[in-house]
């Protein structure tokens, strides 16, 4: 670790829940991301009386939106089959991300948007598991 606390990125934890007391499952091979950003839409509230003819807006709903996340691809293992069920029935879950270093996760709910695999000739396989995430359940 740096003196300012700073450090890589390496040892990301994600892991998925299904139901109210979730059974976790860790995802393995995880590769780069961003976490979930939650961007707040803007709400025009401009008016006849708005000063000096500008328009003015306010914070509107927060969009957690669509994460990427890059997995190692190995077919018909417990993972593989996990995130093909996940993405056919749309159910929402609960995802977790702790950061390496951190002892808080972010507990979040989720579908499985797509869950698209990769077989490159020359390369290894991998896959794209996209998730829409809704709000912060808890950080834990």
Do not use: C
């Amino acid at each position: 670790m740096s003196t300012t606390g700073v450090n890589i990125g390496y040892g990301v934890k994600v892991r998925l829940g299904r139901g109210a007391s979730p059974n976790w499952v860790v995802l393995k091979g995880v590769g780069d991301f961003d976490m979930p950003d939650g961007e707040a839409d803007d709400v025009d509230v401009t008016s006849h009386s708005s000063p000096n003819r500008t328009m003015e807006f306010i914070a509107g709903m927060i969009d957690n939106g669509l994460l990427a996340i890059p997995l190692d691809y190995v077919p018909d293992s417990e993972q593989d089959v996990m995130l093909l069920e996940l993405r056919n029935t749309g159910e929402l879950i609960q995802m977790g991300i702790t950061p390496p270093g951190s002892q808080n996760e972010e507990i979040y709910a989720a579908f499985v948007k797509s869950y698209k695999r990769s077989l490159p000739v020359k390369g290894k396989a991998s896959a794209t598991l996209n998730m829409r995430v809704n709000g912060l359940v808890e950080p834990e």
